[in-house]
């Protein structure tokens, strides 16, 4: 099952190599990573993506909280939450199928942010399957380039990951 | 305050955190260090022949003493050839720093002579490491690195310095730290109320309990508990080869330990056990057999420092996640305080049933009056030594055989490498415990081959004048390699047998020891007592044992615990 942990990080270098290198050494998977700080200059937020069965993840979260950096971390799939992904896409984009791009790109609320005489940048954002489901919409052989940020994620309502 | 160095302060951190012994080799990015070592001596230096053997002693005092181990080190070779030993005591959570120099910062990341990235080398096999950014951090550093290596589950922290936090010239306030607190690591200081009460109603309801303690006993101290609870409930207590000692082997309620060469006894009880209190050990592969064949009757009470060994392998129907020596404490008074007892009829039959496994099997083996056998070997350094020494050893048959064979009653004593299984690691983990414990005897009981993957530390025991006793079990071939060859290639020996083995009475004598062969079965005690007789000698005991001799029980791969062979023609 598919499962989004969010990390609070001691904001120290090697920190994230850590993470990293304990799923590869624990032969875990990563489908996405993202990291930066927060408003907390002490303390990175890591928010990863990753499948495996109860028992994997049960793992996967007590060997991470056994990582002397992390601070506290949180399964957010376990409670109703809110993810997000960030897509920057170039898109063939000539003649006809200018007015079909840019009308997908509407129905899926993003924005053309880049235009040339042939290409078309559009900036989405969304959970991972509506990024899919806007790529699988404007075909495959129209992309040219794709760039995803990975998931971010945080819970709904009152609850908040923090110190 | 008083201003020092950076290298001064390191020197004064290791005085302050009470280290007595640092193990190592010098090297260029050191040197400010060692020169600062040079100028005191409070901190005693032990100079090593290759650093795999310096952190192998440090590993070997730290397990005889349970205090952590230090060793120093310089950049690059000096660093990487830790590497074993430090995923050594890594595997089996040995507290231990290793201190290693580091090429100058501004060097860092261009292929400077000597550099290695030690901080991402050592990562996977560390409990942390920590790097010097600035000097002035360095007593904190060092506390911290001290802090984490033995609070917790204990392991290995590595401390990365570069050279230009240690310069002479530049220096700063020292003052070191009492206290260290760190927001994102608290081990836990006692176990839940709750489950310990629910375990210990489950305890006195079962009808066919099983204890099964690990090395997490010895690490945690908790020794003394164990004993009071195991008696006071009388029931039968099985450990892992890391927890050998943590209980009496010669108490009548020791079953002997468990797993791939364990017991009959101690298989057959666990396999139909109906409740398992398992005591900081981790159901390893080499207890459990196949995991979906384990104990399938059993349930399962896990108490564990590590919540991360906790449901691993073996899913536990009450995790307790403590200090072992508290929780066990906390068990044994609501133990007392119950009304409810162990069911004595219950007992009494599981008790019959486990006698009876005990007469079918215990352990045993069969003699030749022509032939030495490795087992005879052990049984009579148990004699000779009261059951009293140190033993480190290797690893192989000769290992199996010496935790089979040698009795101990205490822990702490049985130094072995089980988690990594590490050749090389029997002297120089000697070394460690004989420096520390002068007074005692200290075996090293090794074989042909693994004795050779750290020999050069004779001379090293010669400098420091450290009289052990080398027992080589000499069969004359990798003996474990070739007992599964036997067992699982047909018998093709793929360069399992060693030829071209050196004399090892010269060797011995060159590096200026005792060197004693004994190939004749009636010499073995008369000269086994002249060995240990010379208290201030290091004797090595070259002994020609039974080339075929397999170490059984041995469980049977991809099977339950119960099914083993027996012998080489016996199979349950």
Redesign the interface.
């Known amino acids: 099952m598919r499962r989004i942990i969010s990390v609070l990080l001691?904001n120290e270098p090697?920190a994230l190599?850590?993470v990293v290198?304990l799923f590869s050494?624990r032969n875990y998977n990563i489908e996405t990573l993202t990291v930066a700080p927060t408003e907390d200059e002490t303390l990175s937020r890591l928010t990863v993506t990753t499948t495996g069965s109860d028992?994997v993840i049960?793992?996967i979260t007590?060997?991470l909280?056994?990582l002397?950096?992390?601070?506290?971390l949180v399964d957010l799939t376990e409670g109703s939450h809110i993810e997000r992904e960030l897509m920057l896409i170039k898109l063939k984009a000539t003649g006809s199928q200018r007015a079909e791009i840019k009308r997908t790109v509407d129905i899926f609320r993003g924005q053309i942010v880049d235009v040339t005489s042939s290409v078309y940048t559009v900036q989405l954002a969304g959970d991972s399957d509506k990024l899919d489901g806007f790529i699988q919409a404007v075909g495959t052989a129209g992309v040219l380039e794709v760039v995803r940020s990975g998931v971010s994620g945080i819970a709904r309502g009152e609850k908040i990951l923090s110190? | 305050m008083e201003l020092l160095s950076g290298a001064d302060m390191l020197i004064r951190s290791l005085q302050d955190e009470g280290i007595e012994y640092i193990y190592g080799y010098p090297g260029g990015a050191a040197l400010h260090i060692y020169d600062a070592l040079f100028r005191q001596d409070k901190v005693k230096h032990i100079l090593v022949r290759h650093e795999q053997a310096a952190v192998h002693m440090a590993d070997g005092y730290a397990r005889a003493t349970g205090k952590p181990g230090t060793v120093l080190v310089t950049s690059g070779p000096g660093a990487t050839n830790t590497i074993t030993g430090i995923a050594t005591a890594f595997m089996d959570s040995i507290p231990m720093v290793v201190l290693c120099g580091q090429v100058a910062s501004s060097l860092i990341g261009e292929d400077a002579f000597q550099e290695t990235d030690m901080i991402g080398v050592s990562r996977p096999v560390v409990k942390h490491n920590l790097s010097v950014r600035h000097p002035e951090e360095i007593p904190e550093v060092i506390r911290k690195a001290y802090y984490i290596a033995s609070t917790g589950r204990p392991g290995p922290v590595v401390v990365d310095i570069p050279k230009d936090m240690t310069t002479p010239n530049e220096r700063y306030e020292y003052s070191y730290p009492k206290k260290v607190k760190l927001r994102s690591y608290n081990p836990a200081v006692r176990g839940h109320a709750g489950q310990i009460k629910k375990a210990v109603d489950m305890l006195l309801a079962a009808k066919r309990p099983m204890i099964y303690a690990g090395g997490g006993v010895i690490l945690g101290k908790a020794s003394e508990q164990l004993i009071e609870l195991v008696r006071t409930l009388g029931y039968p207590i099985t450990n892992t080869l890391m927890g050998i000692g943590c209980y009496p082997a010669t108490d009548k309620q020791h079953l002997g330990w468990l797993g791939m060469h364990g017991t009959y006894e101690s298989n057959m009880a666990m396999h139909h056990s109906d409740l398992i209190l398992c005591v900081g050990a981790r159901f390893d592969d080499r207890v459990t057999n196949a995991t979906e064949k384990f104990c399938p009757g059993a349930r399962i009470i896990h108490i564990d420092i590590d919540p991360a060994s906790i449901s691993k392998t073996i899913e536990a129907d009450v995790p307790i996640v403590g200090p072992v020596d508290a929780v066990l404490k906390e068990m044994l008074s609501l133990v007392k305080e119950a009304k409810e007892t162990p069911d004595a009829e219950a007992l009494a039959a599981w008790w019959k049933q486990i006698d009876e496994w005990r007469a079918f099997h215990g352990m045993r083996y069969e003699t030749n009056p022509d032939v030495i056998k490795p087992q005879e070997v052990i049984e009579a350094l148990w004699r000779l030594t009261d059951g009293k020494a140190f033993v480190t050893s290797d690893v192989g048959q000769h290992q199996m055989f010496a935790a089979q064979y040698y009795k101990f009653d205490k822990p702490n004593r049985w130094i072995n490498s089980g988690g990594l299984g590490t050749m090389g690691f029997g002297l120089p983990a000697a070394m460690g415990v004989k420096l520390s414990f002068p007074d005692d005897e200290v075996l090293c009981i090794t074989g042909e081959g693994s004795i050779q993957m750290n020999i050069q530390e004779l001379s090293t025991c010669k400098q420091y004048d450290l009289p052990v006793k080398i027992i080589n079990l000499n069969n004359q071939a990798l003996g474990m390699v070739k007992q599964w060859q036997d067992m699982n290639y047909e018998s093709r020996h793929s360069q399992s047998y060693m030829e071209s083995l050196p004399d090892f009475i010269k060797l011995a004598e060159s590096y200026g020891h005792v060197g004693i062969r004994i190939d004749k079965k009636e010499d073995l005690e008369p000269k086994l007592k002249e060995a240990l007789a010379m208290k201030d000698k290091l004797v090595f005991l070259d002994i020609y044992v039974d080339r075929f001799e397999h170490v059984y029980p041995m469980q049977v791969a991809r099977g339950s615990m119960k099914d083993m062979w027996l012998s080489k023609t016996e199979r349950v």
């Open positions: 001691e090697g190599s850590r290198g050494q028992k049960e793992q007590k060997q909280n056994k002397i950096e992390v601070v506290k110190i």
